[in-house]
């Protein structure tokens, strides 16, 4: 069982560059979501989704752009890379929606960006 | 604002018990969530509180006072694998997580 499968691991982008995030999830689970974690910082949500073909805006959505065509996939693509999005990103995913109180989430391994 | 106060640094013995706290000032609650990051890792679940008390798991214990905004965090027998961060999350009345900033623990032999 794979769970939250997240590529790349890591990469490094030059200003102005544009690129895709990859998240997979395998254990069937509506919610989808993208965070960013800054150091001194909690993590912060960027865009989620409840289930296929519906996406919302989190905390920090500016320069970033979800879909979510399949219930597996939710791609973060970062529209032109500016250094201040130089992060550690996750994926991560539950069974229950935001409405559900017991929200526990699985999270991808995280991918290491660094804008230059 | 919204805001989750956690120490920022701990350090501890092996064999030790160490209590790592968070306090919450949030639109609402719907409950919070413990949850433990190695470096470079992954976060992963620990505990879940949404009613005041002490919930045990083995070497860990979630305690919750809602009326003080008030959780901790209590690891008992203290292993040198349980040097990581801890992140207090809360689930506020829209049921968005609200994140605290992580308390990172370091254990010494």
């Known amino acids: 069982n794979a769970g939250v499968t997240q590529t790349p691991k890591f990469q490094v982008l030059k200003t102005g560059q544009s690129m895709t995030l990859q998240c997979a999830q395998d254990m069937n689970h509506e919610y ?64 229950g929606g935001t409405a559900s109180g017991a929200n526990v989430l699985t999270f991808g391994a995280g991918s290491r960006l660094t804008v230059l | 604002g919204q ?28 409950g919070l969530f413990w949850y ?8 992963t679940f620990l505990s879940y509180n949404v009613l005041d008390g002490l919930e045990e798991k083995g070497r860990f214990s979630s305690f919750l006072s809602r009326s003080k905004g008030y959780s901790y965090l209590l690891l008992k027998e203290l ?7 801890y992140l207090c999350a809360v689930l506020d009345s829209n049921y968005q997580l609200i994140w605290g900033a992580g308390t990172k623990l370091i254990i010494k032999p």
Request: proline share 6%; glycine share 8%.
């Open chain 2, 3 to 30: 805001n989750i106060d956690q120490p920022t640094e701990m350090t501890a013995t092996e064999g030790a018990i160490v209590q790592i706290n968070c306090t919450y000032q949030t639109s609402g609650f719907n």
């Open chain 1, 32 to 95: 989808m979501s993208w965070y960013r974690q800054d150091p001194g910082m909690g993590l912060r949500l960027i865009h989620y989704s409840v289930g296929a073909g519906i996406t919302d805006q989190g905390e920090v959505p500016n320069g970033y752009n979800v879909s979510r065509s399949t219930t597996e996939d939710f791609p973060l693509r970062l529209l032109s890379a500016a250094p201040s999005q130089t992060s550690v990103y996750f994926c991560a995913s539950s069974q």
């Open chain 2, 79 to 85: 292993q040198m694998k349980d040097s990581a961060s």
């Open chain 2, 36 to 43: 433990q990051q190695h470096a470079g890792e992954a976060p």
